[in-house]
Nanobody
Framework: AHVVESGGGLVRPGGSLRLSCAGS????????MTWFRQTPGKEREFVAAHTPTGGMSYEDSVKGRFTISRDNAKNTLYLQMNSLKPEDTAVYYC????????WGPGTQVSVSS
């Protein structure tokens, strides 16, 4: 079971990015797919989750700015990030909510002027 994240980059505060997570080797559509993020010296933290039935949940600091979605036909999870702030700077990872998949390489998001 593998995931590969992409779409990160360097943006100015207020900018937008769209992250993608491609899954393989597992029944993607049946999993609660989740975005996490990690900054140096800190634990990996929950960002957003998307259930197989379309339910979504968000960490408080990203509510109203980030939108999680999925395309089960493409085995792909997305994270649309708008109104980015410097504190969103992190490496972003996707996994199942129970972290049962192999961790991917992550994708670096840097928000700086």
């Amino acid at each position: 079971a593998h995931v590969v994240e992409s779409g990160g980059g360097l943006v100015r505060p207020g900018g937008s990015l769209r992250l993608s997570c491609a899954g393989s080797g597992f029944p993607f559509s049946g999993y609660i797919m989740t975005w996490f993020r990690q900054t140096p010296g800190k634990e990996r933290e929950f960002v957003a989750a998307h259930t197989p039935t379309g339910g979504m949940s968000y960490e408080d600091s990203v509510k109203g700015r980030f939108t999680i979605s999925r395309d089960n036909a493409k085995n792909t999870l997305y994270l649309q990030m708008n109104s980015l702030k410097p504190e969103d700077t992190a490496v972003y990872y996707c996994n199942a909510l129970d972290e049962s998949l192999d961790w991917g390489p992550g994708t670096q998001v840097s928000v700086s002027s």
